[in-house]
């Protein structure tokens, strides 16, 4: 699944470290996030894309 976390990230000024305390989660989620190494639960996608101001599948990208 890809994602436009780091890009939505970046569109509000944000560092990982930012995003995750927002969140309440670690960098080091926001990392694994980023690289497609780990995915969100639906809570954690749910919350992110509210931040964003997205819909979880504008934001996480279900490869066919």
Do not use: C, W, Y
């Not at 890809?2 to 309440?24: F, H, S, Y």
């Not at 639906?42 to 931040?51: S, W």
């Amino acid at each position: 699944m890809k994602n436009l976390v780091k890009v939505e990230r970046a569109r509000l000024d944000l560092t990982q470290a930012d995003l995750a305390e927002k969140l309440g989660v670690s960098r080091q989620t926001i990392h694994a996030i980023e690289k497609n190494k780990f995915n969100p639960s639906v809570i954690l996608a749910i919350k992110m894309a509210k931040l964003f101001s997205l819909s979880v599948e504008e934001l996480f990208l279900l490869e066919e």
